[in-house]
């Protein structure tokens, strides 16, 4: 299975706004956090000066405590709504004040492993720099506790922004937003796609609380209504961990080592606390309620990505997933078919991502699931095929959804069509 290579590469050219690479035309005019990091691996598939310029330009945004913010407002546009304006941080690249999963070293690793051209190494030593920061930032910031897991204060931090996973946190919140809500993203494609008003809602309510607050993290951390434990998130850092700390035997301290090996140990043993035997799948936990969510979604696959669970719950996740396919032919719904709150076109409520297929098939050949993890792809590289290179993907008909010509959608296309048996180098 293959897709039109010029076609995706066609994508991120047009896509291209000099050195960034905006998701899509109008309905996302900036750049994203963790879009980029996916956006760089599929550069590097044919343009490896385009994948360096895609992991510098993201760090432009990097703020002095670490925090890679996830937007980064490179240029002015009337397309998207929460601007700058709202979001009223004090960067001198106008950012947003909170972050995105952190896929940053694992591109970085990514990249940096193919790359041919004779500045590599300096690029890549710059640029450890700034993932070293950003998982420091994490560690301070989001666990302050030091519980070993990492806690979202934002359902957009975790990046799958309407996931069933925050329905409850996100009720209970009383806050109303001071600023008005002036949508743009349901002027470009049909509402029935994206997330509701009442979510929206939310969404800026809280940005008007941390705003408010000055984007202090240990303020916000306080004062937070909305703190949750989310599988991908922690998963996704896991990973990057262990890419951080390839790349830091080359440019890094025996303390930062150190440092990296500490925090995976004591992340790995936490994780231990959201699985759910009964459902076969990791789930977040609440810290206002210290109860884990029952909402399993795909983010409860990911750890698979970062070889956290043993043989016997991989075999118990490919189960689960299984059990999803029969209700939902095209893998991975991103809530279980299962669920009630299951919606096939809602964006984060059903629909096929193809980073998150990139990332589960990656999970299950680390376990030696090969069938199942060369099902997944074959079938995400079918999706883009006959529905397009789209935002995602309806899991009960194929239908493409959401923004077209999709920036991330087409690097996965590359990566995949790339490495068939492994999408990730040196793993
Ligand atoms: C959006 O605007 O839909 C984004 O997902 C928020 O980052």
């Not at 009337?78 to 947003?96: A, I, K, L, Q």
């Amino acid at each position: 299975m293959t897709i039109d290579i010029e076609a995706a590469r066609a994508i991120l050219r047009a896509n291209d706004r000099g050195g960034y690479t905006v998701p899509t035309d109008r309905l996302y005019p900036f750049q994203w956090n963790w879009d980029s990091a996916f956006v760089a691996m599929g550069w590097a598939t044919f343009d490896e000066e385009r994948a360096w310029r895609e992991l510098e330009r993201l760090v432009e945004g990097q703020w002095n405590d670490g925090m890679v913010p996830h937007i980064v407002f490179h240029a002015p546009s009337d397309d998207y709504f929460p601007g700058p304006d709202v979001w009223r941080t004090r960067h001198s690249v106008p950012t947003s004040g909170i972050t995105q999963p952190p896929v940053f070293a694992t591109a970085l690793r990514h990249v940096f492993e193919i790359a041919r051209g004779p500045d590599a190494q300096a690029r890549a030593a710059r640029l450890y720099k700034c993932a070293l920061a950003s998982h420091d930032w994490w560690d301070r910031a989001r666990d302050p506790e030091g519980t070993g897991l990492v806690a979202i204060l934002h359902p957009w931090e975790s990046g799958m922004d309407n996931s069933p996973a925050w329905d409850e946190a996100m009720a209970r919140l009383t806050l109303q937003p001071t600023t008005p809500i002036r949508r743009r993203d349901i002027s470009h494609i049909g509402a029935e796609m994206r997330p509701r008003d009442e979510d929206y809602r939310r969404f800026i309510a809280l940005v008007d609380l941390y705003a408010g607050l000055g984007w202090e993290p240990a303020a916000m951390w306080r004062a937070s209504p909305f703190k949750l434990v989310d599988v991908a998130t922690n998963a996704i850092l896991h990973k990057a961990d262990e890419d951080l700390l390839v790349l830091a035997e080359k440019f890094g301290s025996d303390a930062e080592r150190r440092r990296i090996e500490a925090r995976m140990a004591r992340r790995a043993a936490a994780f231990a606390g959201l699985w759910n035997q009964d459902r076969r799948i990791y789930q977040a936990r609440d810290l206002g309620t210290g109860t884990v969510v029952s909402a399993s979604t795909s983010a409860g696959l990911l750890p698979l990505f970062a070889g956290i669970p043993g043989a016997r719950q991989a075999d118990e996740l490919a189960a689960e997933l299984e059990s999803w396919l029969a209700r939902a032919p095209y893998p991975v719904p991103s809530t279980s078919p299962l669920d009630p709150r299951f919606e096939p076109k809602r964006y984060w409520r059903g629909p096929v991502w193809a980073v998150v297929n990139f990332m589960i098939a990656e999970g299950f050949a680390r376990y030696g699931h090969m069938a199942l993890a060369a099902r997944i792809r074959t079938a995400t590289l079918a999706l883009m095929r006959d529905g397009g290179i789209a935002e995602y993907f309806d899991p009960t008909s194929g239908e493409g959804l959401g923004g077209g010509q999709f920036s991330w959608t087409a690097a996965i296309g590359l990566l995949m069509t790339d490495q068939p048996t492994r999408g990730q180098r040196g793993l």
